[in-house]
């Protein structure tokens, strides 16, 4: 076992390194000196890409002679950058960010961690972050209340009431656990929050009279950690689990990976947003292939480039699947450094540390790279993303065209009276094309047309009439948008597409626009100084005659808390399987993901969303079409609205300073009134409460010996879902809303929890019965040993007759039975979020291996933290090309190698009368010992013994 080798060294501890290169040396800057590890000591290391480099000095400054050798520093100095990943390294990262719904399960685990350490005879202290880890709460606000001056302190409100228990925890654990901080409800989103305040570039640690310099890095229990990148600093997204073992000083074991150079040059055309460039980076990272690696922008573009955009790109990464998306440190790094408020000597020793160790960017310098790409920021157009992944980019011109010929996937196929969408929709998918493509997949037996107004059996289908709460009466049809929102922190951080979506709702207001009555509009940006420069520019009122009124500082409808539709709206879309549509400035349109009445969702940018809201449908070209008619009787058209650079860049420079920065995050952990007064526990371990429904002491550790038991082949096994391509760990992991109906809510209602206050899966991870009855339940899944049904449903084999149930219940059966399971999926399994509770649930259910086609790295990294095996089909193979259904009972053997220390290339799978060599998805030595140890968290907790 590595045990604790590395203990503090990464963070600046007063342990001695071996430094085999004599990289220590001291660096001046001004009054103060500092102890930093020189890579030009390493040998040359010009022609490394950045990344690289940060890598290097971390295995110089942790160099221990056992775990990280002299021989791991001269592996990335002599890196072949055509070579595949071959040579395991052990990083350090300086820091750990969390957000709460993945950060209160990771303090939940640390609590029950400090029990079975003393039930194992050890010393619970050492349960303790040894790395600073700060914890933002950004996921729990929902927007109940919108479109009202005191949505905000309602929806506050809400937030506290709901969330009390939970609260309280986490104020328990920054108490009772060292270096850990939490930055309060109401202050922003953790990535926003990150680069404005908490990302340091070049961290320092003082350890008697020495303070030790060296790059700034980081892992987050989110995946859109990245968005860091653009401030130079290398970290990404990690499982909770992962998280937690780099809080109490365990190394994350990585393969040098490829990087993938991504050249810049030029700079964006009047019209196009920072959103507009992401959308067109991930369209074409995506298709070029970067998961599990890592990707560089360089050259002259970079400096057109503004720091907020690059926190835009990098936020993105996980999007088009790499580990980070980074840009090197230069004068626009400084720059913003200075505007968000950090010192003076902060900002000195970040330029001349970048300087001293060659990370900084000179445009003129070609670093090698294992890939290369390029793209002419000139060319970026105004774009979308939709109906239901980031990668799917749409220019805005054909916008209309793309939604038409997406809805024929989410309506019926009925025949029926016709209405002039019905007309519009047949010119897309013609009555006599064979190819028009079935919206269950495959070809349809006979194609029809849409009928988007009357079906045969007289079942209305659109356009709808709808009485709203005020008494205004509408009418809705498919592709009504019926959310609008403001949100994330991929584009709230970005104060050039802010203040143009408040530009363009002045100039909406002054001509006499309003939103449509339908769309539930929302603003949530992701930290204070956003309505600070709001404020400052006058720009708030004409946001708010829009219904754009701020609900919340914090993710909302990105992440799923979008908060019910009017009644009358979710009625009428439910009644009649309307496909309707929301628009965000978010990263992730997922299906189920943003509203459960809400089959189609698109990204913008903040502007695209005040237009979209105007329209009110993606039934329209707004680039040719009028959003609506003005108080002079006038159509307007988004041409007349947008406003020009010049417009945005004025109110930028007059309306931002660097004092808002100070002032908002001048005490950000202390928290409000409402924070503060919250009864807090206190003690070494926490007091668990029997009858709390938010924060249960989980199983992981429940007969847990000192020494692990050998792993085991898998026999007898049944197959618990068998699922296609692109199931993401949003499909996987529960989150959003708790439907009355579900397991989790039979659960809460026998625990007395009233429906009003169910609350979402994610405020609720702190409970692993709530959270193993969610997984798989998210809507929109598709289990193929299931047929015609949606959602988290299977059959139960061992019944004779092998009904459909849910698959919490037919796991408790098979459980019963002692049958193991296994899951059988596509490609690109786990994609998306990190979410560990999408590999936590998996675990808890029963399933001891996963076979899939192609993964997502940080949702097979975290099977395997959970002790669920990830095969891979031969290449070439999938579950269809082999026949198999999902009724088999399978067999994995050779599984058992892994007692002997190696790691096996393959297993043998048999399922009834197929069998077939799966490759083990174990890709590193560490990685082995922690499935061996039944997971990562009993790997370190027996380390720590």
């Known amino acids: ?306 720091l907020a955009n690059r926190a835009t790109i990098g936020n993105m990464s996980p999007e088009y699947g790499s580990t980070i998306a980074v840009f090197p440190i230069d004068d626009e790094t400084v720059r913003y450094l200075r505007l968000t408020g950090r010192t003076d000597e902060q900002v000195a020793l970040v330029e001349a540390y970048a300087k001293e160790q060659g990370l900084w960017h000179d445009a003129a310098h070609e670093p090698t790279f294992s890939e290369y790409l390029e793209l002419d920021l000139g060319t970026v157009v105004p774009s979308i993303a ?124 002054e001509r006499g626009l309003n939103r449509k009555p339908w769309v539930k509009t929302t603003l949530a940006p992701g930290s204070k100084v956003v309505m600070d420069y709001y404020e400052r520019a006058g720009l708030t009122p004409y946001l708010e005659k829009l219904g754009f009124h701020l609900v919340g500082y914090g993710c909302t409808t990105c992440i799923g808390n979008s908060g019910p539709l009017p009644e009358a709206v979710s009625a009428a879309v439910d009644e009649n399987d309307l496909a309707v549509v929301s628009v965000l400035s978010g990263n992730r349109n997922f299906e189920g993901r943003i509203n459960p009445d809400v089959k189609m969702n698109y990204l913008a940018s903040p502007p695209l969303v005040v237009a979209y809201a105007l329209a009110g449908s993606m039934d329209i070209d707004i680039t040719t079409e009028p959003l609506g008619v003005g108080s002079d009787g006038e159509p307007v058209y988004l041409r007349d609205l947008w406003p020009s650079p010049a417009e945005i860049e004025t109110v930028v420079e007059s309306a931002i300073a660097s004092e808002m920065f100070t002032r908002d995050y001048a005490d950000v952990f202390a928290g409000d009134q409402q924070w503060q007064s919250l009864p807090t526990p206190s003690g070494n371990t926490f007091a668990w409460d029997a009858s709390s429904t938010y924060v249960r002491k989980p199983p992981y550790f429940d007969g847990m010996g000192v020494e692990p038991s050998p792993v085991g082949d898998i026999a007898g096994a049944r197959v618990l879902a068998k699922l296609g391509d692109s199931v993401t760990t949003d499909h996987i992991s529960p989150a959003g809303a708790i439907k009355a109906d579900s397991p989790a809510g039979h659960y809460l209602s026998s625990h007395g929890v009233q429906r009003r206050d169910f609350n979402s899966y994610g405020s609720r991870r702190g409970n692993h019965e709530v959270m193993i009855r969610g997984t798989f339940a998210n809507i929109r899944l598709r289990n193929q040993i299931a047929p015609g049904t949606e959602g988290g449903f299977t059959r139960d084999f061992t019944a004779a007759d092998a009904p459909v149930t849910t698959i919490y219940d037919a796991s408790v059966a098979y459980a019963s039975a002692g049958v193991p399971l296994v899951i059988l999926a596509g490609k690109e399994y786990g994609s998306g979020s990190s979410r560990d509770w999408a590999a936590k649930g998996t675990a808890l259910l029963g399933v001891r291996a996963v076979i899939a086609e192609s993964y997502e790295r940080i949702h097979r990294s975290n099977l395997i933290g959970m002790g669920v095996l990830p095969l891979q089909f031969p290449e070439g193979s999938n579950a269809e090309s082999l026949g198999l259904t999902g009724e088999e009972t399978f067999e994995v053997t050779g599984v058992t190698a892994l007692n002997d220390g190696e790691t096996p290339a393959t297993v043998r799978v048999r399922a009834d009368d197929v069998e077939f060599d799966a490759v083990v998805r174990i890709d590193t030595p560490g990685e082995a010992d922690y499935y061996r140890h039944g997971g990562i968290m009993q790997y370190v907790l027996r380390s720590l013994l």
């Open 1 to 306: 076992m590595c045990g604790n080798a590395t203990d503090a060294r990464g963070w600046g501890s007063n342990v001695t390194s071996k430094d085999s290169f004599g990289a220590k040396g001291t660096l001046q800057v001004g009054d103060a000196s500092y102890e930093v590890y020189r890579l030009a000591a390493a040998g040359d290391v010009s022609r490394l890409p950045y990344s690289l480099k940060i890598l290097l000095e971390n295995l110089l400054r942790t160099e221990d002679g056992a775990n990280i050798t002299a021989d791991h520093v001269r592996a990335v100095v002599g890196w072949d950058a055509n070579a595949q990943p071959n040579t395991e390294i052990q990083f350090t990262p300086a820091r750990v960010v969390m957000q709460d719904f993945t950060g209160v399960p990771c303090v939940v685990d640390l609590a029950t961690m400090r029990e079975a350490m003393s039930d194992l005879g050890g010393d619970a202290a050492k349960i303790n972050p040894l790395a600073p880890a700060e914890l933002v709460i950004d996921h729990s606000v929902i927007a109940d209340v919108f479109g009202a001056p005191d949505a905000f302190v309602r929806n506050v409100e809400l937030e506290y009431g709901r969330n009390k228990e939970r609260y309280q925890f986490l104020r328990w654990g920054q108490g009772a656990f060292d270096d850990f901080k939490v930055v309060p409800p109401g202050t922003g989103i953790v990535h926003q929050v990150n680069i404005e305040h908490l990302a340091r570039t070049v961290y320092t640690k003082t350890v008697g009279d020495t303070t030790v310099a060296y790059p700034d890095t980081c892992v987050g229990t989110d995946s859109h950690t990245t968005m860091v990148n653009g401030l130079g600093v290398v970290g990404w997204g990690v499982g909770g689990i992962e998280a937690e073992a780099a809080m109490l000083g365990q190394p994350v074991s990585m393969l040098i990976p490829r990087v993938v150079g991504f050249k810049l040059h030029g700079s964006l055309p009047d019209g196009a947003t920072a959103t507009d460039l992401v959308l067109t980076i991930t369209e074409q990272l995506r298709k070029h292939g970067v998961v599990g690696k890592f990707v560089e922008f360089y050259g002259p573009g970079v400096a057109a480039v503004p």
């Open 386 to 509: 939709g109906p239901k992944r980031p990668q799917d980019r749409v220019s805005l011109t054909d916008g209309k065209t793309a939604f038409r010929t997406s809805l024929r996937d989410y309506v019926a196929h009925d025949e029926g009276p016709h209405t002039a969408l019905d007309e519009a929709v047949e010119e897309s998918f013609p009555a006599s094309d064979p190819a028009s493509v079935h919206p269950n997949g495959g070809e349809a037996e006979e194609p029809r047309v849409v009928s988007a107004a009357v079906t045969a059996e007289g079942r209305p289908s659109a356009p709808i009439k709808v009485t709203l709460d005020d008494g205004t009466e509408c009418e809705i049809d498919h592709g009504a948008v019926v959310i609008a929102a403001i949100t994330s922190c991929t584009n709230t951080s970005n104060p050039s597409v802010m203040i143009g979506a408040a530009l363009l709702a002045k100039n909406a207001v």
